[in-house]
């Protein structure tokens, strides 16, 4: 099992930028293919990104394709989303989240298809 928790979220300018990151803690972090989701008021939640357990693969939601950078650094249990360009529809509250996959390759982009959650970091993007 794997517990998660996201920070770096606020209110920046339409243009700008943000990291966020999610530390995971308890076994075989390396193990955990991770994506981050987002739900804006009023929506359901949605895929932005997602990484393959061993990093080597990434995908992204078309609407961030370009603009979003999602990493990982297994040593630290650590999953970053580094998001430019940002724009007032990016608004929403960004959820990261694990799937045990270790030695698979598809990348899963479904809410239902991830165990693990974290409660959440408020991104808010003014024009």
């Known amino acids: 099992q794997v517990q998660l928790a996201e920070s770096g979220g606020g209110l920046v300018q339409a243009g700008g930028s943000l990291r966020l990151s999610c530390a995971a803690s308890?076994?075989?972090?390396?193990?955990?293919?991770m994506a981050w989701f987002r739900q804006a008021p009023g929506k359901e939640r949605e895929f932005v990104a997602a990484i393959i357990w061993s990093g080597g693969t990434t995908s992204y939601a078309d609407s961030v394709k370009g603009r979003f950078t999602i990493s990982r650094d297994n040593a630290k249990d650590t999953v970053y989303l580094q998001m430019n360009s940002l724009k007032p529809e990016d608004t929403a509250v960004y959820y990261c989240?694990?799937?045990?996959?270790?030695?698979?390759?598809?990348?899963?982009?479904?809410?239902?298809?991830?165990?693990?959650w974290g409660q959440g970091t408020q991104v808010t993007v003014s024009s």
């Open positions: 308890g076994r075989s972090f390396s193990m955990y293919t």
């Open positions: 989240t694990a799937r045990y996959q270790y030695g698979g390759s598809y990348l899963y982009s479904g809410v239902r298809d991830y165990n693990y």
